[in-house]
């Protein structure tokens, strides 16, 4: 890596201290920070604006008859998108989704990371691209690709699994979902935990082996709690994308229409917003996406918080 | 996550296969069982991740009755000419434009977003100014916010702008990146010593032409890997140009080939050979560059 030669000859880190050098450093900030506040917090005040209002035809007035205006309603929006059975629904299959798909995926990107990193190969970088490799389809297209694998006619693997399997089911459909998701991200974040595990020092397995450790207690008792950072990191992450989901379910449902278009509360903010589902506008929409904000954030901070308590 | 612990990883990886200082010591290397199990694992799963991409180009290569009738797994009768002239015309000849303008978005985006995301990292790593933690804080609040859920009010925004429609609504969105941003941070942290650049200053040189000629030349792989993440996440995104772009002629290649396929019955190999040549560039671009990738990647799982 070209980045390590110049790593070296790092100092002890210097700031510059002066007015017109700190004016300096805001310059070259600055830029993104005016993209920031376009796509990310004009964003969040609007939604929280637009959950305030509802669209209203005002009936005559001064802006005569079927017109939209913006009717302050409150927290009403709120309290729709709280109180709906479909939105708690879809809350409730992305919840199963993410009890199977991300203990799945992350144990599995940890074992292939365990396995890749202790001797057992030499080809590493084959078999690191060949992980990786799924990565580079689009969630969409996988998720076109795993359909299309998922179907009786087309599948190539079907018909040699017991008669009646039926990956569209409607109570396998999630678990054929969460696959399509743990193919694409395993080698992600077995990425993600080798490059974790490269950077503990070697010295520590001599000390392990000269105090009588075998591969397994390294890797038990060595590696895994080293990458307890990355792993943190790679659930939380997993956690806040499993809230969204949303390009796997779109997928599903144009070829079982049977899903509906509140699947997912991602589903229903979308529709919401297209004015497929009721209520609809940007009211509704927005309200749904404010809450499922606070519910991925609350989730995220529950785990967090756990994690550091186990840790202590 | 803290952005201050940073040179412990950068020691050269040693090589693997090689007795040397990296080589573990013989009692906690595999024993011949836990060596073939292990073995016997690893390939299972190169199967299960790379299985679906050669059926993906198996599949695009036959007509629907083969793919019905023959053996999933290898070819029948070579139908790639047709099934590239049924794509076109189920695309109405729009599909290399699709591949394109996924070129164009990602390009751009990338250009602009690594960029910023390198002059942000430079200024925050680089210099004092007051307010930074509030800044660096609501960026990296910004890593951890689930983006879908912005794409709603970003739509409402950029209506009221009278930006959609446009390639702007999917080229701004996608630019801006907190997550290039840490990774600026921590390689202008570590890649750009301070030494250099008090030595221009004192030739004289302005702050501009320091970071212009001297910065961006020091970070110049940290900006190959900005760039891939960009670039990929911007190719990758669906939910921003379903809601922002309705013109058959702004779709990106995911948009188009999700609109084929919501069609009544298309042609199955003429949709699973748009897929594939949907993910040819980005496969390219992971084979010639996946250093990059990697030293991205360990970045964030050692700040993490």
Redesign the interface.
Known sequence: ????L??????P?????SGR?????????L???V??V???????I??IR?ALFAQVASGGGLYGGGELVDQFVGLDNLVAAATNGAFWKGMGRVALFGLVQIPLMIG?GL??AL??D?????R?AF?R?????????????AA??????YTP?????LEYLPDGTNFMAPNVIILSMANMTT?TF???NM???L??L??IP?EL??A???D????FQ?ATRIKIPLMR??A???I??SI??T??L??EP??MQ??NQWMGNDYTP?ML??NS?MGQVTPSG?GP??A???L??II?GAL?AIYAFAQRQKGE | ?TLSA?????????R??KAG?????P?????PI??TL??L??VG??L???L??F??VV?STKNNAD??ST???WFADFNLDQNYDSLMRWTQGLFWRWVANSVLYSGVAGVLGTL??V??G???A?????G?KV?VG??MG?L???????T??????FDALGLTNTMWAII??S??S?FG?FLGIV?A???????I??AARIDGAS?ARI?FTIVLR?L???MVTIFLFIF?AT??N??LP??MVSSPELKPV?LG??GM??YFSPD?GA??LG?LL??VP??V???TL??Y???G??A???K?
Do not use: D, H
């Open positions: 890596m070209p980045l390590t110049e790593a070296k000859n790092k100092s880190r210097r700031s510059v201290r050098k700190g004016l300096t450093g805001f310059l070259f900030l830029p993104f920070l993209l920031f376009v796509v990310f917090l004009i964003p969040i609007v939604s637009s599995s074992f292939l396995l890749l202790s001797f057992i190969v030499r590493v078999f691209l060949a992980f990786f490799l799924p990565y580079a389809v689009p969630g969409v297209i076109m690709m795993w359909a299309y694998l006619q087309l599948s190539p693997f193919w395993t080698g992600y990425l993600i935990f490059a974790a490269q950077a070697r397995y001599e392990a082996a000269m009588g450790a075998t591969g390294v950072g990355a943190l990191l790679a939380l992450l806040i994308g809230v969204q949303f390009n779109v997928i144009s070829v991602m903010a979308y917003l940007s929409a927005s749904i996406s404010l499922m904000a991925a995220a | 996550m940073t040179t412990t990883t950068k020691k050269p990886r040693p693997r296969g200082p990296g080589f573990p010591p009692s906690i290397g595999p024993s836990a060596r292990g073995v694992v690893l799963a190169c299960y991740f790379l679906p991409v059926w993906l599949a793919l019905a053996f999933g797994l910023l995301a002059m942000a430079y200024g925050i680089k210099f004092e100014f007051p930074k800044f609501a960026i910004g951890l916010l689930p983006v879908a859920l912005l709603v009010p970003l739509y409402i925004e701004i969105p630019a801006a907190p941003v390689f942290k570590t890649a750009v010593p301070t030494e650049i008090e702050e970071f020091l110049g792989p940290a990929v190719w990758n669906f939910l379903l809601l995911t080939l999700y396929m919501s199955k949709v699973m897929a949907g993910i980005l496969v671009l992971f084979f996946q250093r990738w990697r030293s990647l360990a964030g799982a050692v993490g």
